[in-house]
T-cell receptor, first 110, second 114 residues
């Protein structure tokens, strides 16, 4: 059972468009992380958000942690084909055990 | 390269056989995690070690699964009497214990049980 629900699960858009991926839960997490995973590889950490309401920017990517620390969003501005991949959110519980969402598979078409 | 390494990268086995996977964490990391990822899903936590002590096991880890980290460095994950439902990517991650940790993942071992 996934405690974190990501939406959409699949997204295919044209280069230059903007997009937002959502990560929602009924549970409170001490922090939330976003990962990107390429086929045949392990996830790579993009960002960790800790404080409710926190916003972090990584070039064209903007990450936000909900005020109640139960949800998060990832916004990509002017998407590029290199942004294609599987994006995973993960909530941190207990001794740093990660609880992952099912992922959003993003495809950016040239 | 001093990242997390896993061996083998791919394993094909017949149902009923035993398999063992190895994970070498980043050398100074004291925590080591095992996750399982099936197609179309995010990784699911299996177990974790702090140094050589196994501190938590998921209910997903049936009696056929055993993990060890004998010297607090590398870890092994053994699956006995494999079943087709064990087919998945097995991911290892390591971290340095702290208030907000970063887990560094290895490339995974993809297991196919025929």
């Amino acid at each position: 059972t996934q405690l974190l629900e990501q939406s959409p699960q699949f997204l295919s858009i044209q280069e230059g468009e903007n997009l937002t991926v959502y990560c929602n839960s009924s549970s409170v997490f001490s922090s939330l992380q976003w990962y990107r995973q390429e086929p045949g590889e392990g996830p790579v950490l993009l960002v960790t958000v800790v404080t409710g309401g926190e916003v972090k920017k990584l070039k064209r990517l903007t990450f936000q942690f909900g005020d109640a620390r139960k949800d998060s969003s990832l916004h990509i501005t002017a998407a590029q084909p290199g942004d294609t991949g599987l994006y995973l959110c993960a909530g941190v519980q207990g001794a740093q055990k990660l609880v992952f969402g099912q992922g959003t598979r993003l495809t950016i078409n040239p | 390269d001093t990242g997390v390494s896993q061996d083998p990268r791919h394993k094909i086995t017949k149902r009923g056989q035993n398999v063992t996977f190895r994970c070498d964490p980043i050398s100074e990391h004291n925590r080591l995690y095992w996750y399982r990822q099936t197609l179309g899903q995010g990784p699911e936590f299996l177990t974790y070690f702090q140094n050589e002590a196994q501190l938590e096991k998921s209910r997903l880890l049936s009696d056929r699964f055993s993990a060890e980290r004998p010297k607090g460095s590398f870890s092994t994950l053994e699956i006995q009497r494999t079943e087709q439902g064990d087919s998945a990517m097995y991911l290892c991650a390591s971290s340095l214990a702290g208030l907000v940790e970063t887990q560094y993942f290895g490339p995974g071992t993809r297991l196919l049980v025929l």
